[in-house]
């Protein structure tokens, strides 16, 4: 259980979200309710709603926007979302996952096809690109959760695959069937977890240069500004030169 984690090349997702906390709590918001109506409204006895609520309080939501995103979802006038997989290559032979809630199918493709044109990419049918990616659950805990050895024991009690520790936290990895049971034995141990959920984990990465980074990164940014998109995920290296423009911008 040992490794070095390539999270932040797995799951593209900007740091500069102050700017845009409404979208982004519409986002959170949408996954709320698209959980409650799914499954039972009490967070209890929902795991995907549970891991909805932990993601939400991550970012400050507060507790009266959750309850009436949940109650949203009881109402009989509530939109009617469906959860769809778009896959494709960006700049670089990159491999793209973009998961999306979408009251319009239609829209939501040309808009993304649109996006990966633009940026010199190409959407394709699904599984494309998803046999290079492997289907894990994916539990993180900050730093303050333990060290890297209180975590290892953790995980071994827990049943998960492995856990990776570093500078930013922990991440705990299992098998898509075992998650459930893994997250909530670990909830039970180290309290709620600062995010859980089952994410596409790139089989290898690959290594862009530059310029077509650069492109790269303009594109998951666009992609993932889109109302309707939850998730983006791709198989990419970037240089340290490169973050460091990007980080700097």
């Given amino acids: 259980m040992a490794g070095h984690s390539q999270f932040k090349n797995i799951m593209f997702r900007k740091g500069k979200q102050d700017a845009q906390r409404s979208k982004l709590f519409s ?5 709320i309710t698209v959980s409650a109506k799914l499954g039972m409204p009490d967070p209890a006895h929902n795991p995907r709603l549970r891991a909805a609520i932990a993601a939400a309080k991550q970012q400050s939501m507060s507790k009266d926007v959750i309850e009436r995103a949940i109650k949203k979802a009881q109402g009989g006038d509530a ?4 959860e769809v997989r778009y896959e494709g290559f960006g700049p670089g032979g990159i491999a793209i996952i973009v998961e999306a809630l979408t ?9 993304i096809r649109a996006a990966f044109s633009k940026y010199g990419g190409a959407m394709g049918e699904n599984g494309s690109v998803s046999f290079m990616f492997q289907r894990i659950g994916s539990i993180m805990y900050p730093s303050s959760a333990g060290d890297a050895d209180a975590m290892l024991e953790a995980a ?9 520790s ?6 705990f990895l299992c098998r898509p069937e075992d998650f459930v049971a893994v997250r909530d034995a670990l909830e039970a141990k180290l309290g709620a977890p600062q995010a859980a959920k089952i994410v596409w984990k790139p089989s290898n990465t690959i290594q862009v240069n530059d310029v ?6 303009k594109l998951l940014e666009v992609l993932d500004d889109h109302d309707d998109v939850q998730n983006v995920y791709a198989n990419y290296e970037l240089s340290d030169a490169l973050m460091e ?3 700097a911008a």
């Fill in 212 to 217: 077509a980074g650069e492109t790269l990164t």
């Fill in 27 to 31: 986002k959170l918001s949408r996954e």
């Fill in 245 to 247: 423009k990007l980080s």
């Fill in 103 to 111: 009251d319009n199918r239609n829209r939501t493709a040309a808009d």
């Fill in 79 to 82: 939109e009617s979302y469906d």
């Fill in 156 to 164: 071994i009690e827990a049943g998960a695959d492995e856990s990776i």
């Fill in 166 to 171: 570093g500078s930013e936290g922990h991440e």
